[in-house]
């Protein structure tokens, strides 16, 4: 059966070209700084959103029109599977990723719900060995079930965490069966609605503990997969514990699981905790802890995650911009943790969002390129901060300098004229990068 019947495969056509289902940026085999597209960018298509959104919100019912209606239980994960692996191949993606519960349902019991996930996860399997295609990452969904209505490994409940642990053994054993190259962390429900009740201390030492268990047992199984952590400030719960980039990196290092974890950096989480997509990249770079995305974008008259398909430039040429800054993306890539709108029903305006992100994020990479080749931003940085290079300044940053050979150097110095910091020079530099064709 063809799912998607009505769509050839996705070609690159260039920026001329008016074909809806064709790619204008992304050249897979084009070469940018010494790497094709397709290495750079390492795109993924994400499970939940593309194959088990229905198109409900808190205001309404479901919208969404899918050749798999009608099936239900496991012949509905089976046909998924079939679905979604032609999607694969249509979009000319190599990536994909999922949550435990996205790809086969809840039994009555853990026992049961685990044989559901061994037959789908081996079919699966097979897909893969036959298409080629890669599981970039997977995850255990802890936050949907009304069990984790008060978290997973920082419930009150110790058969609440008990169940999460055991959930996330069985998601490290499908990583490894699966050759995932990553395993994902995401808090979802950690973190709380009110301190009057919360134990902060306890729940933040009991999430400690479950990544070492996490740690313990892929080494004990001989996973080596990159664990990842994704920062997000708040909905469902009021407060998560990994309210952005420099907490989660804080936490880590706090618990001594920084040598194990890199961070999932979501653009949507970075508009909610009133940062930039570029600013939790650049945070997490600085800190040898940028592992991979989740290439979305956040609505910023919104407060919740509306996890919109990327189509800003002006964003992905600065995201792209800290990823090369970071030696790329590694073993991680650009999943894409976006939903067509709810009014976008149709089977194809999945390709449509799809397509319009993976062109966004191609000519970000095309600009990015050159600001990094040209050094336009390097070269202004290093002049900003010259001054650290010789002098009283190179003391600073090798330690000898002291209070008192500071005081000494300036007690009768005349006061400097600062130097201009550029901005509007640098924005309008930015912005002829991206408007050059």
């Not at 097979?126 to 295609?133: D, L, P, R, T």
Request: with cysteine; net charge negative; hydrophobic share 40%.
């Amino acid at each position: 059966m063809a799912y998607f019947a009505d769509v050839e495969k996705v070609q690159y056509e260039g920026p001329k070209s008016r074909n809806p289902l064709a790619f204008k940026y992304y050249n897979p085999t084009e070469v940018v700084l010494g790497k094709t597209m397709e290495e750079h960018l390492r795109f993924a298509v994400s499970y939940w959103h593309t194959f088990t959104l229905q198109g409900n919100d808190p205001f309404g019912l479901p919208t969404m029109v899918r050749p798999w209606d009608g099936f239900q239980g496991m012949e509905l994960a089976k046909k998924r599977v079939e679905a979604a692996f032609e999607f694969f191949d249509k979009l000319n993606v190599n990536y994909f990723c999922f949550h435990d519960r996205d790809i086969a349902p809840e039994g009555s019991t853990l026992r049961e719900t685990n044989h559901n996930l061994d037959v789908i996860v081996n079919m699966i399997q097979e897909y893969m060995k036959s298409s080629g295609k890669k599981l970039l990452w997977n995850t255990a969904n802890m936050f949907s079930n009304p069990r984790f209505v008060h978290g997973a490994a920082t419930s009150a409940d110790a058969n609440v965490f008990a169940f999460a642990a055991a959930q996330v053994k069985k998601g490290l054993e499908v990583a490894k069966q699966l050759g995932a190259e990553n395993y994902v962390f995401w808090g979802g429900r950690e973190g709380y609605e009110t301190l009057l009740n919360t134990d902060m201390k306890l729940e933040l030492d009991n999430m400690a503990r479950l990544l070492q268990m996490a740690c313990d047992y892929a080494d004990e199984i001989g996973f080596t997969g990159q664990f990842l952590l994704e920062p997000k400030p708040k909905e469902p719960t009021k407060h998560q514990y990994d309210f952005d980039a420099a907490t989660t990196i804080s936490f880590l290092k706090t618990h001594g699981l920084d040598g194990r974890f890199k961070l999932n950096i979501e653009a949507n989480h970075a508009t909610l905790a009133g940062h930039t997509f570029e600013h939790e990249l650049y945070v997490s770079r600085i800190h040898n802890a940028l592992g991979s995305v989740d290439a979305n974008q956040g609505d910023p008259l919104l407060g919740w995650d509306t996890d919109e398909f990327p189509t800003d430039l002006y964003s992905t040429t600065l995201a792209m911009y800290q990823i090369l800054k970071n030696g790329g993306l590694h073993s991680g890539g650009l999943n894409f943790d976006a939903k067509v709108r709810r009014a976008s029903m149709t089977p194809v305006d999945l390709f449509y969002g799809h397509i319009a992100g993976m062109d966004t994020f191609a000519r970000g990479l095309q600009v990015a390129a050159r600001l990094t080749e040209d050094k336009v931003l390097d070269n202004f940085i290093e002049e900003r901060y010259s001054s650290y290079q010789s002098e009283i300044g190179k003391t600073i940053l090798d330690g000898t300098a002291t209070f008192k050979t500071l005081e000494e150097y300036i007690i009768d110095k005349e006061f400097v004229v600062q130097t201009s910091g550029r901005q509007e020079l640098l924005l309008s530099v930015l912005n002829q990068y991206l408007l050059e064709v």
